[in-house]
């Protein structure tokens, strides 16, 4: 059984550029959540995408938006970038709609400069 | 406001020390408490998920328990290896399947 992955490991980008991470999510897995993680604090939730619909978002501006695809592997795409935007990104996955406990991702460690 | 707290924020250990760390949350309807580690740089990794109050659960040198308030997670005769950050989230009964994680504590523990 695969876990869930993550790419690229980290990034670094310019203020005002666009990112796009990438996650593939445990097999057998339809419900995949994104994190953004400051250093030194817990992750904070972005939102979450179930059978390829968005189905719950925390406090974040419209520039973050994501994707769920058919195979339910998931992109997070961040709109220009700002320097508190560096962070450890997390993605996790679940199996079904229960409150099921979430299998984390190895993160994308993305530097604004 | 969903909130979850971790005291204290850092611990140090001797190897063999037992002490116990807290997880304080509000939150409007528990649907499930959950413990993590993470390494330095790494994902969370899951320990375990606590439902209702008195629940108990055990895995090694870790036991994890709740009440309406709070949770500790007990840590017995730790080792070098047992360092790293411990984190604790809640799944609220309306607000989906996402976490409210609390902001950790971080473990070492010294040979």
């Known amino acids: 059984e695969t876990g869930v992955t993550q790419s690229p490991t980290h990034l670094i980008k310019t203020r005002g550029q666009q990112v796009t991470l990438r996650c593939s999510s445990q097999s057998g897995h339809n419900t995949v959540s994104w994190y953004q993680q400051a250093l030194g604090q817990g992750p904070q939730f972005i939102f979450q995408?179930?059978?390829?619909?968005?189905?719950g978002r925390g406090n974040f501006p419209p520039r973050f938006s994501g994707l769920q695809f058919p195979n339910y592997s998931s992109e997070l795409n961040v709109n220009a970038l700002e320097l508190d935007d560096s962070a450890l990104y997390l993605c996790a996955s679940h199996p079904g709609s229960l409150p099921n406990e979430q299998f984390f991702g190895p993160g994308t460690r993305l530097t604004v400069l | 406001e969903d909130q979850v707290t971790q005291s204290p924020e850092a611990l140090r250990l001797q190897e063999g020390e037992s002490s116990s760390l807290n997880c304080s949350y509000t939150?409007?309807?528990?649907?499930?408490l959950f413990w993590y580690r993470q390494d330095p740089g790494k994902g969370p990794e899951f320990l375990f998920t606590?439902?209702?109050a008195g629940e108990e659960k055990e895995k090694e040198r870790l036991k994890a328990t709740l009440t309406k308030k709070e949770s500790f997670l007990h840590i017995t005769a730790p080792k070098p290896e047992d360092s790293a950050t411990y984190l604790c989230?809640?799944?609220?009964?309306?607000?989906?399947?996402?976490?409210?994680f609390g902001p950790g504590t971080r473990l070492s523990v010294l040979p």
């Open positions: 606590l439902y209702s």
């Open positions: 989230a809640v799944t609220p009964r309306n607000y989906g399947q996402n976490f409210v």
């Open positions: 939150v409007s309807g528990l649907r499930g």
């Open positions: 995408y179930y059978r390829e619909e968005e189905n």
